[in-house]
C-alpha cells in the first residue's frame, strides 16, 4: 500500500516560489510516476505534470511550462514541485499521485493548500 | 489536446435513485485510457473505475463504467448517501497529455 504525504499550507506572495514536497512510503520513489494535480477553491482538477516512463522524462502541460519544476529525491522517497512567479490565480489545493500503466490515478496524497495573497 | 465535457453539471436525486453521468472527448480516446474519480468535500479524489468499466479494488458494485470512443458513461445504480460527490472523468489520450473533465456534482434532491 503506497502513502503519500504532503507538506503543509503555504502563503506566498505574487511573484515569490513554492516547494511542495510529496514524501513516499511502502513503496519507492523509484518504483512509482508521480504526477501532480491541483484545484483551484471550488473548481476542478488540473493536471500539472509528471512523469512519464514512456520516454523516461518528466512531462509538464504547456500551461505551466518554464514555471513548474518537478523533482525527486530518490534517497528519501520525496517528491518536490516547485512553481515560480506565483499570481493570485495559482491559489489552489496541489495533489501528488501516483500514475498507473493505464494513465489514472490510485494513490493521492492528503493535498497542500498554497495560497497566493499580497 | 483532449477536452472531456462533462454532463450534466449537476445532478439533483434521491437516495436510492439511480445516476447517470456522461462524459464526452473532443477526440477519441481508447476506452484503456479513461477514468472517472470521486470527490468528497475536503479530500482527495478516490479513483473509481478505470479502463472505462474496471472497477478500482474497494469499489462497491453498484458503480459501473461504459462507453467507448468519444462518449463514456459512469452509473450508480441506487444512490447511497455517501455517494452523494462530485465526480470527475480523466483521460490519458496521445502523450503527453492528461486532461480531466470539469465535474459533475451529485447532490441530494
Known amino acids: 500500500q503506497v502513502q503519500l504525504v504532503q507538506s503543509g499550507a503555504e502563503v506566498k506572495k505574487p511573484g515569490a516560489s513554492v516547494k511542495v514536497s510529496c514524501k513516499v512510503s511502502?513503496?519507492?520513489?523509484?518504483?512509482?510516476?508521480m504526477h501532480w494535480v491541483r484545484q483551484a477553491p471550488g473548481k476542478g482538477l488540473e493536471w500539472m505534470g509528471g512523469?512519464?516512463?514512456?520516454?523516461?522524462?518528466?512531462i509538464y502541460a504547456q500551461k505551466f511550462q518554464g514555471r513548474v519544476t518537478m523533482t525527486e529525491d530518490t534517497s528519501t522517497d520525496t517528491a518536490y514541485m516547485e512553481l515560480s512567479s506565483l499570481r493570485s490565480e495559482d491559489t489552489a489545493v496541489y495533489y501528488c499521485?501516483?500514475?498507473?500503466?493505464?494513465?489514472?490515478?490510485?494513490?493521492w496524497g492528503q493535498g497542500t493548500l498554497v495560497t497566493v495573497s499580497s | 489536446e483532449i477536452v472531456l465535457t462533462q454532463s450534466p453539471g449537476t445532478l439533483s436525486l434521491s437516495p436510492g435513485e439511480r445516476a447517470t453521468l456522461s462524459c464526452r472527448a473532443s477526440?477519441?480516446?481508447?476506452?484503456?485510457?479513461l477514468a472517472w474519480y470521486q470527490q468528497k468535500p475536503g479530500q482527495a479524489p478516490r479513483l473509481l473505475i478505470y479502463?472505462?468499466?474496471s472497477r478500482a479494488t474497494g469499489i462497491p458494485d453498484r458503480f459501473s463504467g461504459s462507453g467507448s470512443g468519444t462518449d463514456f458513461t459512469l452509473t450508480i445504480s441506487r444512490l447511497e448517501p455517501e455517494d452523494f460527490a462530485v465526480y470527475y472523468c480523466q483521460q490519458y489520450g496521445s502523450s503527453p497529455l492528461r486532461t480531466f473533465g470539469q465535474g459533475t456534482k451529485v447532490e441530494i434532491k
Open positions: 511502502g513503496y519507492t520513489l523509484t518504483e512509482l510516476s
Open positions: 512523469f512519464d516512463p514512456e520516454d523516461g522524462e518528466t
Open positions: 499521485a501516483t500514475e498507473e500503466y493505464s494513465g489514472y490515478y490510485l494513490y
Open positions: 477526440q477519441s480516446v481508447s476506452s484503456s485510457y
Open positions: 479502463g472505462a468499466s
